[in-house]
Antibody, heavy 119, light 112 residues
Framework: EVQLVESGGGLVQPGGSLRLSCIVS????????MHWVRQAPGKGLVWVSR????????HYADSVEGRFTISRDNAKNTLYLQMDSLRVEDTAVYYC????????????WGQGTLVTVSS | DVVTTQSPLSLPVALGQPASISCRSG???????????LSWFQQRPGQSPRRLIY???IRDSGVPDRFSGSGSGTDFTLKISRVEAEDVGVYYC?????????FGQGTKVEIK
């Protein structure tokens, strides 16, 4: 059974930092691109970032470019999102999601972790 | 970024009745590799998204056959043949043809 479990969310002040983690199981993590998608309270889904299976290619949404860093540890089956210079508008539930190779879509999602940026 | 627009944004439906959600993209979603990368996701209240359909019309394993997807180019549709209580939630389309991938705004399906 495929499982993705996020952690690391919480309350942080504007300008602060957080690191999210996503531990996966049930598939060969090192074979797949992985993504982060976020959802502000009561709003829709927004893609944030993705990383190639070997960790050597990364892409970011314009809204987080230069502030967020995606990474992975294939030995630990873990995906990360380092979030710096956080803004109030970064408040959202952050989901990690598995890329469905060859179909340009996301086939499995975690339960999400809530990040609240507020003073 | 490619804008994907869903309609309606709210859809009250009586139990057992059909429902239809439209998703329109600002550019054709026909990829140069011959595929069209349009997916549909269901998000039930308090849950994370679940993929229902990918490549326009391929249903995921375990998805009831009352859900179907169709369309081409810039116009796509998700249909529920007979709405059941468990279908309540928000439905999103997502295009994977153009980078970055983008989602529609979501359509909230509720029981009338």
């Amino acid at each position: 059974e495929v499982q993705l479990v996020e952690s690391g969310g919480g309350l942080v002040q504007p300008g602060g930092s957080l690191r999210l983690s996503c531990i996966v199981s049930g598939f060969t993590f090192s074979n797949y691109w992985m993504h982060w998608v976020r959802q502000a309270p009561g709003k829709g889904l927004v893609w944030v970032s993705r990383i190639r299976s070997d960790g050597n290619r990364k892409h970011y949404a314009d809204s987080v470019e230069g502030r967020f860093t995606i990474s992975r540890d294939n030995a630990k089956n873990t995906l990360y999102l380092q979030m710096d210079s956080l803004r109030v508008e970064d408040t959202a539930v952050y989901y990690c999601s598995k890329d469905d190779y060859g179909s340009n879509t996301l086939d499995y999602w975690g339960q999400g972790t809530l990040v609240t940026v507020s003073s | 970024d490619v804008v994907t627009t869903q309609s309606p944004l709210s859809l009250p439906v009586a139990l057992g009745q059909p429902a239809s959600i439209s998703c329109r993209s600002g550019q054709s979603l026909a990829h140069s590799d011959g595929n069209t990368y349009l997916s549909w996701f269901q998000q039930r209240p308090g849950q994370s998204p679940r993929r229902l359909i990918y490549n326009v019309s391929i249903r995921d394993s375990g998805v009831p056959d009352r859900f179907s997807g169709s369309g081409s180019g810039t116009d796509f549709t998700l249909k529920i043949s007979r709405v059941e209580a468990e279908d309540v939630g928000v439905y999103y389309c997502m295009q994977g043809t153009h980078w970055p991938w983008t989602f529609g705004q979501g359509t909230k399906v509720e029981i009338k």
